[in-house]
């Protein structure tokens, strides 16, 4: 098990516990099947899903059996989509099947937490930010409003082999953090607040480095059991 930093006060998490994690990049038609059955997934266990999309037009993705969380586009030079969503496992999870409007390349990271409160997993809605240009995207801050949520951040940016992205660093004070992609680039990372109230996140860093660029950040928030 993973533990986190807790935002603004160090320590560890007390409650939800990361099982497992996937990342990949799936470059086939409207639809594709994430293989999950070698990952550790339980009964109760939340399973969180962001997806990157490097389209010029505002794409349309679902995940069979999931809550969609969010769905942003971003029209520059570079277009980003990123969406992100939830779902509390039954256990019987073997395969994911993701539908898009586009046949596209699409990035994705997985996140397993575990201890998670099955009847409001969400602590409070998600928040997101955009940037059209070399700037990237900042964190948005939530107001949580249960103690030890976990917080998980996410950054999707788009460039072009003529306007190279640079790599994307971790935001300081976070833990679990996943970075890939090269042209299309999906990050993530995860940190505890242990106090309910607004969070005060460090953002991302490298990444956008051309006004032709986009970027989308995310934020989401989940309540312990």
């Known amino acids: 098990m993973l533990w986190h930093k807790t935002i603004g006060a160090g320590g560890i ?56 969380d969010a769905d942003v586009y971003v029209n520059s030079t570079d277009d980003s989509n990123l969406s992100v969503f939830n779902k509390v496992a039954d256990g019987t999870e073997t395969s994911l099947t993701v539908t898009t409007n586009v046949t596209q390349g699409c990035r994705y990271h997985i996140y397993v937490w575990r201890g998670v409160d099955t009847t409001t997993p969400i602590d409070v809605a998600i928040a997101t930010n955009t940037s059209s240009n070399a700037t990237m995207a900042s964190s948005p801050n939530v107001t949580t409003a249960t103690d030890n949520a976990v917080v998980m951040q996410f950054i999707g940016v788009a460039g072009a082999g003529a306007r190279p992205l640079d790599a994307i660093t971790q935001p300081s004070g976070t833990d679990n953090f996943l970075a890939t992609g090269n042209n299309i680039k999906l990050a993530s990372c995860s940190s505890v607040q242990e106090t309910a109230g607004t969070t005060s996140l460090n953002n991302f860093g490298g990444g956008s480095n051309n006004s032709g660029h986009s970027s989308i950040a995310a934020t989401l928030a989940i309540r312990p059991a």
């Open 13 to 68: 998490s007390k409650g939800i516990t990361l099982a497992d994690t996937k990342t990949d990049f799936d470059n086939t038609d409207n639809s594709f099947t994430i293989d999950v059955s070698n990952k550790d997934i339980q009964a109760d266990d939340l399973i969180v899903i962001c997806l990157m999309i490097k389209k010029p037009s505002n794409t349309t993705t679902s995940i069979s059996g999931f809550t969609k």
